[in-house]
């Protein structure tokens, strides 16, 4: 009896055990190669953005120094003059460690940032933040689940201090993942939420979450990066000029823009309109974009989340504010004077905290070839970025001292409309 009652449960039992030796033994934490961390880099998909402890490697890698470059799509038009391909053909001390795709706007890159505080503290980084995600409702819940996953909310959890901030982000956190959403990490961010404090069996529960999912983290990142870095970043630094000059990359780049924007009247890169506007109609898109406006959104209090946790770790930071193709606004009536008044809202939020570092490119989308496509930067764009970045990042240095106010975490500040007068509110 015992020997068949063995047959039937020992397979089971045997499996649990080694489950939870997977899950909760120590593991080899330096694990990933020199390859990996180049792939990831640049790998710019889902899990890898997810992923804690490649980045953190990563991120700590005393003979590569990469920088997170935060932002979302505009990393993955990687033409010959992307930041990344720049960086390795110029052998630069610093290779862009790029955090972002569609849909990662401010709040999705706070609760990303979590699961890589100790690598970003007194460090510098890249933040390009897009005026096109201050829309009135802000994230996309969609989007912004997507890309969030339980591990950043236990990192969250971690570092908890019951703060304004951590309570307007729980509340956040709950109204993007909805009512119905249930378990044990829900009804923590809940307390948070409702200003109460964790007690010792929560903090228990959170500590176990975190423990198997760093070791899942761990387990299973070493196959999720893809090949972005051999496919679509090494082979373009051949087309480049073999010494370094802006002169010499300018030239280039307009000589690439000319061929591979023949086919519209908008210097939208060709395969780029034939894909994504063609198929659509063109009459249809006339006029499309005349009710949108980026001037009152949640998005500015998410955007404050990010503040908070660079000034709290002493990150010195360069914003990049992105334009959008001129010609193409134009087309589809898009408000360029609303557009700059988001801008203002920006960089004021920015520059009353101190945060000074920033490259406002908004009123460039009509010079030629600076924009790949209705949005996003591209050949001349990419230099001009370049022209600022690189000198920040070649020559580091320390954060200033921030002035952090929180008041940015409130719907007044949503809803302002910015003039002279009410900005003096908020200093």
């Not at 390009?128 to 912004?144: C, L, R, Y």
């Not at 378990?183 to 975190?210: C, D, F, H, P």
């Not at 609303?338 to 460039?364: G, H, M, R, T, W």
Request: net charge positive; aromatic share 14%; with cysteine.
């Amino acid at each position: 009896m015992k020997k068949r009652l063995w047959q039937i449960f020992g397979p089971v039992i045997v499996a649990f055990l080694a489950l939870l030796i997977l899950l909760f033994a120590p593991l080899n934490y330096s694990h990933f190669s020199v390859k990996d961390e180049k792939k990831a880099a640049v790998a710019l998909n889902s899990i890898t953005f997810k992923n804690q402890q490649l980045k953190k490697q990563a991120l700590s890698d005393k003979k590569t120094r990469y920088v997170p470059f935060f932002g979302s799509s505009e990393w993955e038009r990687m033409d010959q003059f992307h930041p990344s391909v720049l960086a390795n053909k110029y052998h630069r001390n610093y290779r862009p460690f790029l955090l972002g795709r569609r849909g990662t706007q401010s709040l999705t890159q706070y609760f990303a940032m979590q699961t890589i505080l100790p690598e970003l503290k007194n460090k510098q980084a890249v933040f390009v933040i897009s005026p096109q995600w201050f829309v009135k409702k802000g994230v996309d819940p969609a989007e912004f689940n997507y890309y969030f996953s339980n591990l950043q909310g236990t990192e969250w959890l971690d570092s908890n201090t019951n703060s304004r901030a951590d309570r307007y982000a729980a509340d956040r956190l709950l109204k993007l993942q909805g009512e119905d959403k249930k378990g044990i990490l829900t009804n923590i961010y809940k307390r948070v939420a409702e200003r109460k404090s964790l007690t010792k069996q929560e903090k228990w529960e959170i500590y176990l979450e975190k423990v198997v999912l760093e070791h899942e983290d761990q387990l299973f990142s070493r196959f999720q990066v893809n090949d972005n870095y051999d496919r679509r970043i090494l082979p373009r630094t051949k087309y480049l000029p073999r010494q370094f000059s802006y002169r010499n990359l300018t030239r280039s780049a307009n000589r690439v823009a000319a061929r591979q924007t023949t086919n519209n009247r908008f210097g939208i890169l060709n395969r780029f309109y034939s894909g994504r506007i063609k198929p659509f109609g063109l009459k249809r898109l006339k006029g499309a974009q005349r009710n949108i406006s980026y001037v009152q959104s949640p998005e500015y209090s998410d955007f404050q989340l990010v503040l908070n946790e660079f000034a709290k770790l002493k990150v010195n930071v360069m914003f990049v504010i992105p334009p959008v193709n001129r010609k193409w606004a134009a087309y589809t009536g898009l408000d360029l004077n609303n557009y700059q008044e988001a801008v203002k809202k920006i960089k004021y939020q920015l520059k009353s905290q101190s945060f000074n570092n920033v490259v406002d490119l908004s009123k460039d989308g009509g010079k030629p070839h600076f924009m790949q496509d209705t949005i996003h930067l591209g050949w001349c764009g990419w230099i001009a970025f370049d022209k600022k970045v690189n000198p920040f990042l070649s020559h580091p240095t320390k954060a200033p001292k921030y002035k952090i106010n929180n008041n940015f975490l409130s719907k007044k500040w949503q809803r302002l409309k910015p003039n002279n007068a009410n900005l003096k509110e908020f200093k």
